[in-house]
T-cell receptor, first 110, second 115 residues
Framework: SQQGEEDPQALSIQEGENATMNCSYK?????LQWYRQNSGRGLVHLIL?????REKHSGRLRVTLDTSKKSSSLLITASRAADTASYFC??????????FGAGTRLTVKP | DAGITQSPRHKVTETGTPVTLRCHQT?????MYWYRQDPGHGLRLIHY???????DKGEVSDGYSVSRSKTEDFLLTLESATSSQTSVYFC??????????????FGNGTRLTVT
């Protein structure tokens, strides 16, 4: 079964707009991580947010975590064409496993 | 890429043949992982290693074995490849000392096609 379900599956926006992606998970987590993947490449880590944190920022990225709703969101502000990629959330399930969602495909049109 | 090299980058093989994929790291990280990525499933953990000769199964380990005889190399073997093992395989490492409590760094993947 999947931990970390992203929503929406695909998102298309214009350059300069904000992009919001959501992630839900099924069980208690230690931390939740967001990754980015460009076509044909491996995943690149963006942000890690721990279960006792509610919000984290990194440049144009903002991640929130709501443990009561078992959900997280990734906001990319002032998007650029170079932000076009797939974005994945991954929940730290236990000491031996981290489950990834199926991802959100973001397209930013110039 | 945190010094991670996967080889080969592409491979086509026939059903029933053995296949070994290699992951090599240039740094001395303890934890290494093998994932497969399929459309609609995200990444799923196959096996991971927490040291030389120390490995454990992940979510989708059936049909796969691994070996780690040196810190820098983590091998994934498909003993008898099946079409359901057609996928993109990613190796990853934890750059800190913990397992999933820290970010993972990924290689660029091996695209395997089983005909």
């Amino acid at each position: 079964s999947q931990q970390g379900e992203e929503d929406p599956q695909a998102l298309s926006i214009q350059e300069g707009e904000n992009a919001t992606m959501n992630c839900s998970y099924k069980t208690s987590i230690n931390n939740l991580q967001w990754y980015r993947q460009n076509s044909g490449r491996g995943l690149v880590h963006l942000i890690l947010i721990r279960s006792n944190e509610r919000e984290k920022h990194s440049g144009r990225l903002r991640v929130t975590l709501d443990t009561s709703k078992k959900s997280s969101s990734l906001l990319i502000t002032a998007s650029r064409a170079a932000d076009t990629a797939s974005y994945f959330c991954a929940s730290f399930y236990n000491n031996n496993d981290m489950r990834f969602g199926a991802g959100t495909r973001l397209t930013v049109k110039p | 890429d945190a010094g991670i090299t996967q080889s080969p980058r592409h491979k086509v093989t026939e059903t029933g043949t053995p296949v070994t994929l290699r992951c090599h790291q240039t740094e001395n990280h303890r934890y290494m992982y093998w994932y497969r990525q399929d459309p609609g499933h995200g990444l799923r953990l196959i096996h991971y290693s927490y040291g030389v000769k120390d490995t454990d199964k992940g979510e989708v380990s059936d049909g796969y074995s691994v070996s780690r005889s040196k810190t820098e190399d983590f091998l994934l073997t498909l003993e008898s490849a099946t079409s359901s093992q057609t996928s993109v395989y990613f190796c990853a490492i934890s750059v800190s000392d913990g397992p999933f409590n820290s970010p993972l760094h990924f290689g660029n993947g091996t695209r395997l096609t089983v005909t």
